[in-house]
């Protein structure tokens, strides 16, 4: 344990240059008294670390330093190996890429870790899209990518849900996010804060020779955690009250959003039969009668009057169809 913090210590040191006992106690989790014992037993093993005290002071290796010492464990050569994502480095036009960058680093790795590495491709496989949804067709994601990379600006004529259909922008594009086999890029375009679009969406894209700097408190993940969290709260548009049977929830769980199987499951157990009676959060009335109607008898709609109606309309419909 206290030998691979040591080499976590040291390259720190030798990738990011000065840091303070502070900083490195952060990254390595452990306290500043212990990063000094860890400073002191690489120095008696001949390390060249040298520390500077006061404002801007830090460890740091004397110029010139550094360390071939850098063996991998079985359990970070799997990762790596489990990391790589063929499809998707291919449409962002890296498939070459880390194809060579994996076929180094299994050359470079000890006999044992390159079988173990081989297990992980024979037996993990990650498919990004989900079911019955083919992956988008969005043939700019390699100049979006690149503009993302170079931090430059593209002009690009979009096709949005709403009227006007088809809009011109001028995007800074932030990032990339690969959703469930769909591609987003997170671009700023002018005026207010960045917003999401779908790459295949794009329906020309040209390169701008202008370059961009996003905001230095700019992070992508915390922003798509926060879009998501928002786009979810938009989309619930009212409720419905519900029994539903044992069956018919574990059908709801497989076919309906997380928000709408925790509401089912939430809701208060009436007896006989394991029935529960719950709200439920809907879209609209036309998406709820869909979703509903896929659970057939194991459901019993209460509330809205006007969802109860269409459902009833339908079953009648049905049961006329094939008597």
Known sequence: MRAGRLLSLLLLLQNRGRLTATELAAELEVSVRTVYRDVESL???GVPVFGEPGHGGGFALVDGY???????TAAEAEAVFLAGLPGPAAQLG???VLAAAELKLEAALPAELRRQARRVRERFHLDAPGWYREADEAPYLPAVASAVWRRRAVRVRYRRWDAPEVVERR???YGIVLKAGRWYVVAHAGGGAPRTYRISRILELHPLDEAFTPPADFDLATYWRTHTAELQERLWQ???EIRISPPGLARLRELAPPA????AE???EEHPGGWRRALIPIESLTHAESQLLALGAHVEVLHPPALRARLATTARSLAALYD
């Open 266 to 268: 939430a809701g208060e």
């Open 94 to 96: 890296l498939g070459s």
């Open 238 to 240: 009212g409720e419905a």
């Open 66 to 72: 550094r360390t071939r010492l850098t063996p991998m």
């Open 260 to 263: 709408v199987a925790e509401a």
């Open 171 to 173: 995007l800074e594009p």
């Open 43 to 45: 120095i008696a093993a």
